[in-house]
């Protein structure tokens, strides 16, 4: 295991979960269809990528969607802009 886990593990979900997206446009279409809503990774044994056993845990994995639809929705809406030109 890499010693700079904690540090890294993050950004390589990210990075990870962007190009997934990128890459499947069945899936893409999917996640962007939830619109504004919350999404939560529903797990009870991951506190840190999910909601955890409790409901409190942190949701890392649910907070990287939501920042993936984000980007998404932006890079749609730049591309019909630069289209109209």
Same mark, same amino acid.
């Given at each position: 295991m890499r010693r =700079? +886990? =904690?540090r890294v593990k993050d950004d390589v979900m990210r990075r990870a979960?962007?190009?997934k997206f990128a890459a499947h446009a069945d899936i893409r279409v999917i996640l962007l269809g939830t @619109? =504004?809503?919350e999404i939560v990774e529903d797990t009870d044994t991951g506190?840190?990528?999910g909601r955890g %056993?409790? @409901?409190a845990g +942190?949701?890392? !994995?649910g907070r990287i !969607?939501? %920042?993936t639809r984000t980007r998404l929705h932006s890079d749609a809406r730049i591309?019909? +802009?630069s289209t109209t030109c």
């Open positions: =700079d +886990r =904690d979960v962007a190009a @619109g =504004d809503e506190h840190y990528w %056993r409790s @409901g +942190r949701n890392m !994995l !969607l939501i %920042r591309a019909a +802009r």
